[in-house]
C-alpha cells in the first residue's frame, strides 16, 4: 500500500505484516497430529516479502506447543534445507521426521492444531493474491 488519506487522524503507511491461519488439510480435514503433513514451495515460489516470513505452530487453544526442540516457528532464516530441485518442504507432524529432515520440521502436538503463515514487508504480490499460498497437504510418514 502506499501512502493515502488520513484515517482517524492517522496516515495509512505500507502494510507491514500479513498472516494467514490454516486449520484444515488440502482436503478440508481439520489438522491433527496423528498424521504426517508437508508445506511444500515449489523452487522461487516462497512467500514473497521484503522481510521475512515463519510458520508458528499453535495448539487448539491458541498456545505454542511444548516439543523436544522447543521450536515454535520455522521460516527463512531457520536455515532449512531445499530440495535438489531448490523446492522448500516443511515437514509438520508429532513424530521427529528423522535426521534427514530435522532442520525443517515443525513439531506438532498429538492432538489438533493449527498454523499461522506470517509475512513481514510482503511484496505486492503478497497482498494482491498473485501470489497464494500452498496448502497443507496430509501424506503417510513412509511417503517422502
Do not use: K
Not at 89 to 109: F, K, M, S, T, Y
Not at 116 to 135: D, G, I, K, V
Request: glycine share 10%; hydrophobic share 35%; proline share 10%.
Amino acid at each position: 500500500m502506499t501512502q493515502g488519506r488520513p484515517v482517524g487522524g492517522l496516515r495509512r503507511g505500507p502494510v507491514r505484516a500479513r498472516s494467514a491461519r490454516c486449520t484444515t488439510d488440502a482436503d478440508g480435514r481439520p489438522l491433527d497430529g496423528a498424521p504426517a503433513y508437508v508445506l511444500h514451495f515449489d523452487a522461487g515460489r516462497t512467500p514473497p516479502v521484503r522481510g521475512f516470513w515463519s510458520l508458528t505452530m499453535m495448539n487448539d487453544r491458541q498456545l505454542f506447543v511444548d516439543n523436544p526442540l522447543d521450536r515454535y516457528a520455522i521460516g527463512d532464516r531457520s536455515g532449512m534445507t531445499t530440495n535438489p530441485d531448490g523446492s522448500l518442504d516443511i515437514h509438520i507432524q508429532h513424530d521427529n521426521p528423522g535426521p534427514e529432515r530435522e532442520n525443517n520440521w515443525l513439531p506438532a502436538p498429538e492432538g489438533s492444531f493449527n498454523v499461522f503463515l506470517r509475512l513481514y514487508w510482503p511484496e505486492q504480490s503478497a497482498l494482491t493474491a498473485a501470489w497464494t499460498p500452498p496448502s497443507l497437504l496430509r501424506r503417510d510418514a513412509d511417503v517422502s
